[in-house]
């Protein structure tokens, strides 16, 4: 069984940073696929960022793409998030999830298998 834990969450303000970091564990994580995903109150889990096996191919959401880097410690059985020019939109709970499949699509939350419990995130403007 996959555990992911989270950490690195916290308030910053506007045009801050912050990195996330997801802990994997029961299996190694370059035998998985990732994926980072947030959910603000009131609305539907979004696709942030996704990063493949080897760490070798990363993709991002238009929202995030220039501010955010998905990376992979396969050595330390680790994925990290580095947001930065964070802004108040950003706000969320974010969560990490892997796939260790076939047929990963990867900004979708139903295609991963194993998820974090999650870590919020809060932008203040």
């Known amino acids: 069984q996959v555990r992911l834990v989270e950490s690195g969450g916290g308030l910053v303000q506007a045009g801050g940073s912050l990195r996330l970091s997801c802990a994997v564990s029961?299996?190694?994580?370059?035998?998985?696929?990732m994926g980072w995903f947030r959910q603000a109150p009131g609305k539907e889990r979004e696709w942030v960022a996704a990063?493949?096996?080897?760490?070798?191919?990363?993709y991002y959401a238009a929202p995030v793409k220039g501010r955010f880097t998905i990376s992979k410690d396969n050595t330390k059985n680790t994925a990290y998030l580095q947001m930065n020019s964070l802004q108040p939109e950003d706000t969320a709970v974010y969560y990490c999830?892997?796939?260790?499949?076939?047929?990963?699509?990867?900004?979708?939350?139903?295609?991963?298998?194993?998820w974090g419990q999650g870590t919020q995130v809060t932008v203040s403007s």
């Open positions: 029961g299996r190694p994580s370059s035998e998985c696929a």
């Open positions: 990063i493949s096996w080897s760490g070798d191919d990363t």
């Open positions: 999830a892997a796939y260790d499949g076939n047929s990963w699509i990867i900004d979708s939350p139903k295609s991963y298998d194993y």
